[in-house]
């Protein structure tokens, strides 16, 4: 696994996608992701806010895009309340298994609560890529992660939000957003969706 998508202290991009806190009462200060090697081997389970503050642990992590049958990606903004990246545009969840937990299955449930996507709206939930990068958020927080990069296609589009998770939603067409980047920067996308359609040429 390389890590050419590693950046330095300050870097603005990458996170724990659901959003960390500053201190010990915050609710992911109770949870734990699954620290791995650069080779997304599992080296045990950390805490998850250790994992996002200091210099950060690697870890495991998942970002999904989600299209219709039209050829349009979901993209979804970080809610207003999310410590990390907030008011970002993903595309469209991401988050983190838990330990014993596949991507897959992992998916499939953020999808669920975040979006209220159940898994009778597609069939094809695929892993289509992996990669390592690490981000800061100025005197926020660390973004290190082996992310899986998986895709689905929605044959019914009805939504239900969490207001929670999500700010704002808006369908794009994924290949003129993949073509034309810099046409959508006033968006403010989340850097490991931006890495994940810079990889993506399948």
Known sequence: MSSE??????????DDATGEASDTDHENALQDVIAVDPDDVAQGTVNRLDAHTG???????FTCLVFDRDGRILLAQRAPNKRLWDGHWDGTVASHPVEGQSQ???TEQRLEEELGISPDQYD??????KFEYKRYYPNEGVEWEVCAVLKVTL???ALDP?????????WADY???????EL???LRLCPWFEIAMRRDFS
Do not use: C, K, S
């Open 155 to 157: 044959d019914d589009t």
């Open 5 to 14: 998508d590693a950046a330095a202290p300050g870097d603005p991009a990458g």
């Open 162 to 170: 969490d207001d929670d998770e999500i700010g704002g939603m808006l």
């Open 175 to 181: 290949d003129h957003l993949h073509e034309n980047p």
């Open 104 to 106: 897959e299955d992992a």
């Open 55 to 61: 210099d950060g642990i690697r870890h495991r992590a």
């Open 124 to 129: 094809d939930l695929r892993v289509t890529d």
């Open 184 to 186: 959508y920067r006033q």
